[in-house]
């Protein structure tokens, strides 16, 4: 049974937008430290060391967001422990087998007949697009859900800014870094105020969510085509000029092979989700 939106008890015009800006301003502020900080250290962002702190961040906040959704839910103790099971431990699967496969070179140009990364990419969605779009059970987790959880957890996006220092310091060229890199940073930077407006439940809160989970997309999908088309191999249609630093070597390639199928899995449940409550509002 969905759960309807209260957009329709809390007008739009009573709430102050000024919680959204601020949230905005504290992450832009974080961005431009970070990406000072990358930009002055380059070796940060080389060690992969900062790759493996929002990964495991990420996956834990998942994890934890996950178990608390299902705490709303009427399923029993049992349900929602096998729920959250099954759900977790082939999201971990994936992300050990990506990491794995990164570290050993394995999506490496050249080592297979086929290119892997493509695959990496698609793989999981195809896989998991039918559970997220069509599971009863997940239904019921999205409905008990806070709308603005999805929403928030891609403030991770804004990590995205790595590619903005690889073009600044001349080792990507701007074709590739320039849409990605600004396409992500866009995407983090205007998850919080989206996810503060859509806390809110009012109908223009919805409306934002949206459209942030359609640009979020879009940007992903340019810059798949994008590096598609610009890396060497049967895809490529345009060399760059310019250095290169391997998008397909450890730990940059992580970002392909694991984070963008994760992301669009996050859209496509958002956008579930707000459809549900959007569905359950006009009945």
Do not use: C
């Amino acid at each position: 049974m969905s759960v309807p939106m209260n957009a329709d008890v809390v007008p739009a015009a009573t709430v102050a937008p000024r919680p959204a800006w601020r949230g905005l301003l504290w992450t832009g502020a974080f961005v431009l430290l970070w990406t000072g900080l990358t930009y002055a250290q380059p070796a940060l962002l080389a060690s992969g060391l900062p790759a493996l702190t929002v990964r495991l961040a990420v996956n834990g906040l998942i994890a934890l967001g996950l178990w608390l959704g299902l705490e709303r839910t009427a399923l029993t103790a049992g349900q929602r422990r096998a729920t959250w099971l099954a759900i977790m431990i082939p999201f971990t699967l994936w992300a050990g087998i990506a990491w794995t496969a990164a570290i050993n070179g394995v999506f490496r140009t050249g080592v297979a007949a086929l290119p892997l990364l493509p695959l990496a990419i698609w793989l999981p969605v195809i896989v998991a697009a039918p559970l997220v779009l069509l599971s009863k059970r997940v239904g019921e987790l999205l409905d008990a859900m806070p709308p603005a959880w999805l929403v928030a957890l891609q403030s991770y996006r804004v990590f995205g800014s790595q590619w903005l220092v690889y073009w600044l310091l001349g080792l990507l060229p701007g074709l590739w870094a320039l849409p990605a890199g600004t396409g992500d940073v866009l995407t983090g930077l205007f998850a919080v105020p989206a996810a503060i407006a859509l806390a809110a439940g009012t109908a223009d809160g919805r409306k934002a969510a949206i459209l942030w989970n359609i640009f979020g997309i879009a940007d992903l999908a340019v810059a798949i085509t994008l590096g598609m088309i610009t890396t060497p191999g049967p895809f490529q249609l345009i060399v760059p000029a310019g250095p290169t630093i391997g998008l397909d070597l450890y730990p940059n390639v992580l970002t392909p092979a694991f984070v963008v199928p994760g992301s669009i899995l996050l859209h496509m449940l958002s956008l579930r989700q707000l459809r549900r409550r959007g569905s359950g509002r006009k009945a």
